[in-house]
């Protein structure tokens, strides 16, 4: 990975002692991303809200969520290679495109009154696709923008930017959008999408690997994409830290959104909210989520990265089971503040470790089959989250049905932090750091 420094660094009068040296391009890839998470953050809203005007059964609501996420277990290895292959920002500028004109499509099919379940699935099936290569390309253009040395802090602004835009702003304006129109949360997000590509447009240089070679020798001819997947999956699978941390990523992505994927449903029938209701207490996680990502570079600093990993397991288990026996949406969504810091925390810790340690050649790859593990778990927690509440539903009824996926998640968090203090402890990271350098 490089080292090269940022050009175009703000003065330091004007910027925090942490924030000096991002330089302008950092700060034009966090205007992009800011502008594209409100976009998002308004139609996460809107799309579980539409489902249920669609339908009231968990496991089809759950459906919606499923074809968002699905893409991530079925083309994160081939988005890796895309991604260094490629030029990382025009990657980014064409899925900006493609994500403009498939919630414009959604918009104009809910105008027109003709949208129909499986239609929404399909259309979100493609938007997770177009998801997929822009987050996996961002999270791997960001070395090239800063360096080594800010990429904690780095992370950690951008993740700050992405808790205020997706969370506090987006996603209430989503609920007030669904009370004016069903439509305009979409079309707010087609807008957003078309200004984060001309954000990007600003980003000045090229951001495609580049491979060294000896004066006069030739370049080495291109492998499949077959073959570059299958390097990418060896080399991640040969750093335990790394492994064990998709692993463990895995498990919490999947325990976690077997809850969320009937989320709306336990909103609207559990806690008694309605869109705008509903739209806020999503955001919830972002109140948590600020300050970590504020914080999280100087906590992760001063609790180490094992300790930080722990933080997050232990508010998992106390939110998830509180979730599951409160009836108060200002109690759950004290819960869910709390779950928010810790993710944030979680992932400049291991976003930090990965652009670290993994080489920049390798960074698309490797982090491609990281999130495929880790975001791949999604869909499969989702249909199991889906089940969960059929099976619980059909012997104890409806409330016990839509709270047992959250007890579930406070189980398996519990059961994994044992994993974590065993697998995970300061030696073994330490270990990979020094590997790498």
């Known amino acids: 990975m490089t080292d090269d420094v940022t050009e175009g660094a703000a003065p330091a009068a004007q910027l925090p002692r942490e924030d000096r040296g991002l330089g302008s391009r950092f700060w034009t890839l966090w205007s992009a991303s800011t502008v594209t998470n409100l976009g998002q953050g308004a139609s996460a809203v809107a799309f579980p809200w539409l489902a249920t005007t669609l339908t009231n059964d968990a496991f089809l609501v759950a459906l919606t969520g499923v074809a968002v996420r699905l893409p991530w277990l079925l083309f994160s290895l081939p988005a890796g290679v895309l991604a260094d292959r490629l030029d990382r920002r025009h990657l980014m500028l064409w899925m900006s495109a493609a994500r403009a004109l ?17 239609v929404l699935c399909a259309c979100a099936l493609a938007l997770g696709f177009a998801e997929v290569l822009f987050d996996n390309t961002a999270q791997v253009l960001l070395p090239s923008v800063v360096a080594r040395a800010h990429l904690p802090t780095a992370n950690g602004r951008l993740m700050a930017a992405q808790m205020v835009s997706d969370d506090f702003v987006a996603r209430p304006l989503g609920g007030a959008l669904l009370g004016f129109a069903l439509a305009a949360p979409f079309v707010f997000d087609a807008g957003a999408a078309v200004a984060t590509g001309a954000v990007l447009l600003l980003l000045r240089g090229s951001y495609r690997v580049r491979t060294a070679h000896e004066p006069g020798a030739k370049a080495a001819p291109r492998r499949s994409m077959r073959a570059e997947i299958a390097e990418g999956v060896r080399w991640l699978w040969g750093i335990p830290v790394l492994r064990r941390l998709a692993v463990s990523l895995a498990v919490i992505n999947g ?26 207490l999503t955001s919830a996680a972002g109140a948590g989520g600020v300050l970590g990502g504020l914080l999280a570079g100087r906590a992760a600093r001063r ?18 089971a509180a979730a599951a026996v409160a009836s108060h949406a200002l109690v759950v969504g004290v819960a869910m503040s709390a779950t928010g810091f810790g993710a944030v925390l979680w992932n400049v810790t291991t976003v930090s470790l990965r652009q670290t340690i993994i ?12 999130r495929l593990l880790g975001w791949g778990a999604m869909p499969l927690g989702m249909l199991a989250g889906g089940g969960l509440v059929a099976l619980v539903e059909a012997e104890f009824g409806r409330e016990a049905g839509l709270r047992a996926p959250f007890l579930a998640v406070a189980v398996i968090c519990a059961a994994l932090t044992v994993y974590v203090r065993r697998h995970l402890h300061a030696r073994a990271i330490a270990e990979a750091l020094a590997d790498a350098r």
């Open 255 to 280: 325990s976690t959104q077997a809850a969320l994927a009937v989320y709306v449903l336990y909103a609207q029938e559990v806690l008694g909210l309605g869109p705008v209701g509903f739209a806020v």
């Open 303 to 320: 609790l180490g990265p094992a300790r930080s990993l722990l933080v997050l397991l232990a508010l998992q288990v106390i939110a998830f």
């Open 359 to 370: 080489p920049d050649r390798l960074l698309g790859r490797v982090n491609s089959v990281y």
């Open 102 to 118: 498939i919630v414009g499509v959604v918009a104009l099919l809910v105008a027109l009154d003709a949208m129909s379940l499986p």
